[in-house]
């Protein structure tokens, strides 16, 4: 379903988590854009890739790393506090051991082949973060999320934004966010992921829509 | 920006979620937008209208039931130059900037709203993963100058409505019932109107030969055996408008 990888774990996973940054790169840099500085070429691990970082990390049958996203402490500097605070206008992005921040939640669509298996991977990391946050005691994660995918958090855990939107000329906005993580979201969350087939259905209409998953 | 109070813009997130009825939405959305100089709430999908039946279409608004009528009547989400932009466009737009860019008929539409008063507003468009495109377009009988920070306020406040309707209405089932393309639709709509193919032709700039074969086509689909069981067909599949 996922791997989660915590800091006591690094290394019998290094080599899933070198995939997972070059993944990260060829997705971020590659595919996105970004201009992230200080990182290798190739491989996009940066400042907010720390020693306390947890990673959930979705592999195709395959063993290739098709989805991730990175949890971070907000006891220490995160992104919300080093990089985004003037984002947050509308409340204070929250602190405290039960809040994490989650960022880098990316997917690598170069191997999907359905709109079923994007949506299945999205629920699995997805999943990951939710199982981490309940086995941690986490109750609420924070974000900034692109405004096309601020629905998506909205629909799955309980959000509310912490600022307004911010975008750079014409182009999509930002939303930082929190999200209250508890066991119903967990239930929602398994009940997407079964129902994975219909909803897809349901949104694209299309017959690619019901072909069987590929990841597994 | 360490002074700005955005408690009224929280506050009016908090009670949207609350909401458990369209109505109730738009009323508690209509009450955020008075302060910025609006008094009218469009909430729609933006898909192909051609290729779409209406009725699975979410629309909400609080306008008045008589420009309701005549924009239905008129078909005028086809021409909507605001809804048009609103499907390529990223970020908020006011809809003088979209009727810069209309055509004839587009013109047509927005000035038929001006002509109930709403001669001033701003288009929300929404797009999302896992969702059909959509907008929220706000209207009022001033002009209303918005600075950016008002502009962001209201987006974020129009972008938890619009999607906690769309979460209450559940996903509709768009494409899956579409069986027309859409220039068939445009056709069968153009039959429909009492327009025989000549001037159809003439409408769409294409030619009659094409137009018969459309409606060949379309009537295949349909088993339908003449102009008549074709409209009534379409009508009642819900592929054109009554």
């Known amino acids: ?77 995160h992104m919300l506090s080093d ?41 699995r990391i997805g999943l990951g973060l939710t199982a981490y946050c309940l086995d941690n005691h986490i109750s609420r994660l924070s974000w900034l999320t692109h405004q096309k995918f601020f629905n998506l958090v909205q629909r799955v855990w309980h959000t509310e934004p912490l600022g307004l939107p911010r975008r750079n000329g014409d182009d999509w906005a930002w939303i930082p966010a929190v999200s209250r993580i508890d066991e119903a979201t967990f239930d929602r969350q398994i009940d997407r992921y079964r129902n994975a087939e219909e909803i897809v259905a349901e949104y694209s209409g299309t017959r690619q829509a019901s072909e069987r998953s590929h990841v597994a | 920006m ?35 100089g609006f ?13 779409v039946p209406l009725k699975d279409i979410l629309y909400v608004s609080n306008w008045p039931d008589e420009l309701k009528a005549a924009r239905r009547n008129q078909a005028a989400i086809l021409h909507d130059p605001i809804a048009l932009c609103a499907l390529r466009s990223k970020r908020p737009f006011t809809w003088a900037e979209a009727r810069a860019y209309a055509s004839r008929a587009g013109r047509k539409v927005v000035d038929m709203v001006h002509d109930f008063g709403l001669t001033d507003g701003m288009m929300f468009p929404m797009h999302a993963l896992e969702s059909v495109s959509g ?45 027309l393309t859409a220039r068939e639709t445009e056709c069968v709509q153009f039959v429909a109107a009492g327009k025989s193919n000549w001037e159809i032709a003439k409408i769409l700039g294409i ?13 295949d689909k349909f088993g339908a055996v003449n102009r008549a069981h074709l409209v009534a067909s379409a009508i009642a599949r819900h592929q054109i408008f009554p």
């Open chain 1, 1 to 77: 379903m996922f791997k989660i990888v915590t800091p006591d774990t690094y290394n019998e996973h290094q080599d899933l988590l070198d995939a997972m940054h070059q993944m990260r790169y060829r997705v971020v840099v590659g595919e996105w854009g970004w201009d992230i500085p200080g990182i290798q070429p190739g491989y996009d691990k940066d400042q907010f890739d720390t020693d306390a970082t947890v990673y959930v990390i979705v592999r195709t049958p395959e063993g290739e790393v098709v989805g991730t996203s990175r949890l971070n402490p907000t006891m220490r500097p």
């Open chain 1, 83 to 123: 990089l985004f605070a003037d984002y947050c206008n509308l409340q204070p992005y929250p602190v405290g051991k039960d809040v994490w921040e989650c960022s880098r939640f990316v997917m690598d669509r170069s191997l999907i082949t359905s709109p079923v298996d994007d949506f299945r991977v999205r629920c």
């Open chain 2, 2 to 36: 360490r002074d700005y109070d955005g408690s009224a813009v929280l506050h009016a997130i908090r009670l949207i979620l609350t909401t458990t009825t369209s109505a109730e939405t738009i009323t508690a959305l209509a009450g955020f937008i008075e302060s910025y």
């Open chain 2, 39 to 51: 008094n009218r709430v469009f909430l729609g999908q933006l898909v192909n209208p051609l290729n």
């Open chain 2, 135 to 179: 907008g929220v377009s706000l209207g009022g009988d001033s002009k209303s100058d918005l600075s950016p920070l008002e502009v962001a306020e209201l987006e974020l406040v129009c972008q938890v409505a619009y999607y906690h309707l769309e979460v209450m209405h559940g996903p509709f089932p768009y494409q899956r019932v579409a069986e």
């Open chain 2, 207 to 219: 030619q009659e030969d094409t137009v018969k074969k459309t409606l060949r086509r379309a009537c």
